[in-house]
């Protein structure tokens, strides 16, 4: 009823989906050139960068933006806008593990809970439901104060909180093929369950890991800046730009560059994977 | 219903289960003896026994969890290294604190976050429309730590209008509770918008608009009223990123609250204190999730979650 309805409804002309169509590729658009600047500065770092981002320059410390030092100096005499380059290295690299890691363990998990069911699926959605129920800042809190404070601790911790979501989606997915004729045709046909999992299922579960790995990255920017502000991360001198705003936090009504730009390289880095993630979503999963 | 009621409320105790264990393990998987943590790196041999033997660390792991889990249902945590004193004592003098903070600020994101997104509605694909979806966006995507100290910097250090950290007078409110804003604001935003526009397509509308009701009464009674449950859900589910937000909020703003015992225990390795804070957010996070989806499941019984 809705549906027909909806396809009547005057607000499905041609000129609306051409215009949906353009937005969905703007955001696309706009997201993959903020990540593609951020990729580029952490690429191009070495030759953007007018200094070295260890160099402590002391008789330099704290000074406002000039020509000489684009977004002025730290309280080390350090070159802000070669710190804040080299943190898009960090930042990357943060993604890469942080979402590479979830995803590596979410998957498989996600995809053994809806293919085999029964015990299987009722213990590995059990400890997803419970590691779920932290709030991620918390259970990254936790496992740091086990493991110890560190950038490579922080994003295991990031990791773990984000097992869950991919553990969920990759569930629904496989359950939602398990059913389908072609799945079923296979089976009759003789396919193995492994066979099954991983030409029928996981091949068709890619569009959303994407979308999900895109919206993922910029929670992971966000969990790793914050816990390396708290002291709980990244380790000074890393150019880590939490780690940065930590030191800038020292200087307010002294020097507020130091946590000014490192704070807008998050947003604008963030920013990219939201909006991309969004546009992706809207073009590879239309239903939601 | 009554088996979907009873679904919920079977799992409910195996996920605080789930939460107690994890919890638990976490502190036997500390690095070192705990008895000698707890009795301090100077205390002689014999006091670290003494120690052990108090803490039941000598019995075998199942009982001391039962005993850890039992002790905690009785309303006993530990004792804090940091202080000395019982977790529960530190833990109920800092929740009023977190506790009014995440009120004001939730008050900030209803409202704010309510009104920009039936703005964004009634306006679509207009500057209300735009704007609201640009501070949506733009809000999810900020760190709020970012946020208090440009606003540190400028309206307290700089102006002067604002004290700088700490509590005490509604003043000392202001920042903190705005900062701890921002993120709901802008999911409550994006999520208004999604569900006005939805429920502004239903039937019901049209014939409402039909029948000659003012367009004020149509969107007040009739499209807010319907498009509220999901509103309320996200309000419900978004408990915990509060708490998450909370942490950092409290750590920069030096607000005496959960977060901040939670981030200082671990700089002291007041391990019963992080062990004891993080059990209490996250039952209560459980708890909160589990009521707004009752809450829900009342309101509109078509809604599962499942």
């Known amino acids: 009823m809705t549906e027909i309805t909806a396809a009547l409804a005057p607000t499905d002309s041609k000129a609306r989906r051409r215009r949906r169509w353009l937005s969905r590729r703007r955001s696309i658009f706009i997201g993959g050139l903020l990540v593609g600047l951020v990729l580029l500065a952490a690429i191009l770092a070495p030759l953007l960068s007018p200094a070295d981002p260890y160099e402590q320059v002391l008789s330099d410390a704290l000074l406002p933006p000039s020509w000489e030092h684009p977004f002025g100096t730290d309280d080390n005499g350090r070159d802000l806008l070669a710190r804040v380059l080299y943190g898009a290295r960090l930042s990357l690299l943060e993604v890469v593990v942080g979402v590479g890691l979830a995803v590596l363990v979410g998957v498989p998990l996600g995809l053994a809970a809806g293919t085999i069911g029964g015990l299987v699926d009722q213990v590995i959605m059990w400890t ?42 990759m569930r629904n997915v496989a359950l939602g093929l398990k059913s389908m004729d072609y799945v079923e045709a296979a089976r009759a046909l003789g396919a193995s369950t492994p066979r099954i999992m991983f030409d029928h299922i996981l091949r068709n579960a890619l569009g959303p890991v994407i979308v999900q790995s895109t919206l993922t990255a910029g929670t992971v920017v966000l969990s790793a800046a914050s816990l390396s502000f708290l002291g709980m991360g990244a380790q000074p001198p890393m150019p880590e730009w939490g780690a940065m705003m930590s030191d800038g936090r020292n200087y307010l009504g002294v020097n507020i560059y130091m946590s000014l730009f490192p704070g807008l390289a998050i947003m604008l880095t963030v920013l990219g994977f939201n909006i991309l993630g969004d546009g992706l979503r809207d073009l590879l999963d239309p239903r939601s | ?119 964004a509605a009634i306006n679509r694909n207009r500057w209300p429309d735009q704007l609201t979806m640009l501070f949506a966006i733009a809000g999810a995507s900020i760190a709020n730590f970012w946020l208090a100290l440009l606003a540190m910097n400028y309206f307290a250090v700089e102006l002067g209008w604002l004290p700088l950290m700490g509590s005490g007078s509604w003043k000392h409110y202001i920042m903190p509770a705005i900062t701890l804003a921002v993120m709901p604001t802008a999911v409550i935003a994006r999520m208004t918008r999604a569900s006005m526009i939805e429920v502004v397509g239903q039937d019901y509308i049209r ?64 391990y019963p204190t992080v062990q004891g804070v993080t059990l209490v957010a996250v039952t209560a996070v459980v708890m909160m999730n589990f009521l707004a989806e009752m809450l829900i499941a009342a309101i509109n019984p078509r809604i599962r979650f499942d």
């Not at chain 1, 918390?138 to 979501?165: E, H, W």
Request: avoid cysteine; aromatic fraction near 6%.
């Open chain 1, 128 to 169: 997803m439901d419970v590691l779920f129920a932290f709030p991620g800042v918390v259970l990254a809190i936790l496992i740091v104060s086990i493991l110890g404070p560190g950038l490579f601790n922080l994003l295991i911790a990031i990791a773990i909180f984000s097992v869950p979501v991919y553990a969920r989606l």
């Open chain 2, 207 to 270: 014939t409402a608009r039909a029948k000659g009701l003012p367009e004020r009464v149509v969107m007040r009674k009739h499209a807010l009223r319907n498009a509220l449950v999901p509103i309320v859900t996200i309000i419900g589910l978004n408990f915990g990123s509060m708490l998450g937000g909370a942490v950092v909020t409290e750590s920069v703003f030096n607000w005496p609250g959960l977060g901040r015992l939670l981030v200082d225990s671990v700089r002291f390795r007041d």
């Open chain 2, 1 to 119: 219903m009554p088996t979907y009621l009873l679904k919920k409320l079977v799992t409910l105790p195996l996920i605080l289960l789930g939460v107690s264990l994890l919890v638990f393990v976490a502190l036997r998987a500390l690095p070192g003896d705990p008895a000698r943590l707890m009795a301090g790196p100077e205390a002689p041999q014999e006091a670290v026994d003494a120690m052990r033997v108090r803490l039941g660390l000598d019995d075998p792991l199942p009982l001391q969890y039962l005993r850890f889990a039992g002790s905690a249902l009785g309303g006993d945590l530990g004792t804090s290294i940091r202080s000395g004193r019982p977790v529960t004592v530190e833990i109920a003098e800092r929740l009023p604190k977190t506790i009014s903070l995440a009120l004001v600020a939730y008050g900030i994101a209803i409202s704010v976050g309510l009104s920009a997104g039936m703005a």
